[in-house]
């Protein structure tokens, strides 16, 4: 279990970096460092499919960030009351892991799950489905809704970014309008 | 920024994009059709398929691009994978219940095998695929209009 | 338990990034991080030592094999996260072009 310690660890570190760098393209890298990490956990902790899915998914990511970047950066300044928000921020999260430090004794612990459904997946689905990627199997037979609502969650992203990009406003007299965008 | 963005990267970027590309769509089929047997599946599979039409966009530029995949055509098969992927489910629906699994199951470890599973694999790599090369798309439209206005 | 509180810390990490930074683009980091965080936690509930991954071969036992349930949920959460970053992404550009700045203080006028 030591290179899980050591993963989570670099990126703890990588988080640190992404949030005080002030430039925002080293913020963006450090991101990209930090998801490459977390591929290489769900690997140690034996998610295949996991691994492959986060690894593109942050490359399209860090894609679609840095467009949004490029030669766009703030100076930094701070106004007044800083010190005040920081005190109730940091009281907060310490108030937060304390109470969740208690909670975890309710928790199986690590590394001996329960899995009371997981064993009735396990003994019939290769039976019953046909399938050998048990994963595969759980999102597309057993718990097919929950991947319907999915497909219509990405549906509706698209959607919402078709509609704020488009050029708004009603057409002026005299104006006509340009195929520009879509 | 914009006029190099319109005309692409620089000769050794393009020479590279042309000899992996269609290493890379094809890699993004591979993964697709054998979600059954091995680790992938659907969504990883249409990640990477719109992957190496953003590189191919990336590499040459916007025209290039939208003469490969054009705009009608990506909302067409974004819209086809959820319609197919809805009728598979209600098909389901004429043999029992929503989401039966009513072809044959073959024997394990065959490609055909495991019922519906890989058409459902199919649609689900065609809407999630489709869905993100249109953001990207339509994101990257955004950028020229605001460095246009200035 | 020293590992489910390491996990917590990263998201708490990414909570800080979001109540106290001032630029658009940090909140969406932030964001991001607490996200990665939590698909992390549910795949570490779900581990069991000396497992197999879930995937059967021709010589295989069944016995001993990882929690599979989490892993499938998680599948879904990380293509919904990419969606609701890439949705976030093209509101802040929106706001840059009308404000020509990404600092959330000088954001003041919520017209109709």
């Known amino acids: ?182 | 920024m914009s006029k190099e963005l319109e005309k692409g990267m620089s000769v050794i970027v393009k020479t590279v994009t042309r000899l992996t590309v269609g290493l890379i769509l094809l890699y993004g089929i591979y993964i697709l059709s054998h979600g059954h047997l091995s680790p992938g599946g659907g969504f990883a599979g249409g990640v990477i398929i719109a992957l190496s039409f953003v590189h191919l966009m990336l590499a040459y530029g916007k025209e290039t691009a939208l003469k490969k995949l054009p705009k009608q055509a990506t909302s067409f098969f974004e819209s086809m994978g959820a319609l197919m992927f809805l009728s598979i489910a209600l098909l389901g629906f004429m043999g029992g219940h929503f989401f039966l699994n009513f072809i044959s199951k073959g024997k394990p470890f065959n490609l055909f095998s495991a019922g519906i599973i890989p058409l459902c694999n199919i649609a689900i790599s065609l809407k999630v695929g489709a869905g993100l090369f249109a953001i990207f798309i339509a994101l990257v439209l955004l950028k020229f209009d605001s460095e246009k206005k200035r | 338990m020293n590992i489910y509180l390491l996990c917590l810390v990263l998201f708490c990490i990414g909570l800080y990034c979001v109540l106290r930074k001032r630029n658009i683009i940090k909140i969406i980091v932030g964001l991001i991080i607490a996200e990665y965080a939590v698909n992390l936690f549910f795949v570490l509930v779900g581990y069991r030592m000396e497992g197999r991954a879930p995937i059967f071969s021709p010589d295989a036992t069944i016995a001993n094999m990882v929690d599979e349930l989490p892993q499938a949920l998680v599948l879904t959460s990380i293509v919904i996260g990419l969606a609701t970053t890439a949705l976030l992404v093209a509101i802040a550009m929106r706001i840059y072009q009308k404000y020509g700045t990404f600092d959330i203080t000088k954001i003041k006028e919520l017209k109709g």
């Open chain 1, 1 to 182: 279990m030591i290179e899980l310690y050591i993963l989570l660890m670099f990126m703890i570190v990588g988080a640190i970096v992404a949030v005080e760098v002030e430039d925002l393209l080293s913020c963006v890298i450090a991101v990209g460092a930090v998801g490459l990490a977390l591929s290489m956990a769900f690997l140690v902790l034996k998610a295949p499919d996991l691994a492959i899915t986060q690894l593109v998914v942050e490359v399209l990511c860090l894609i679609i960030l840095i467009q949004a970047t490029l030669k766009k950066d703030l100076p930094f300044s701070t106004t007044g009351r800083w010190a005040l928000n920081t005190l109730i921020t940091v009281g907060f999260i310490i108030v937060f892991l304390l109470s969740a430090m208690k909670c975890f004794k309710d928790l199986p612990e690590f590394g001996y799950p329960i899995m009371k459904l997981a064993e009735e997946y396990t003994r019939s689905g290769l039976t019953q489905t046909g399938a050998t990627n048990m994963v595969s199997s759980i999102i597309l037979d057993y718990r097919a809704y929950d991947t319907l609502g999915e497909a219509t969650i990405l549906f509706t992203a698209v959607i919402g970014v078709l509609a704020i990009v488009r050029r708004i406003g009603r057409k002026r007299p005299g104006e006509t309008i340009k195929e520009e965008d879509e």
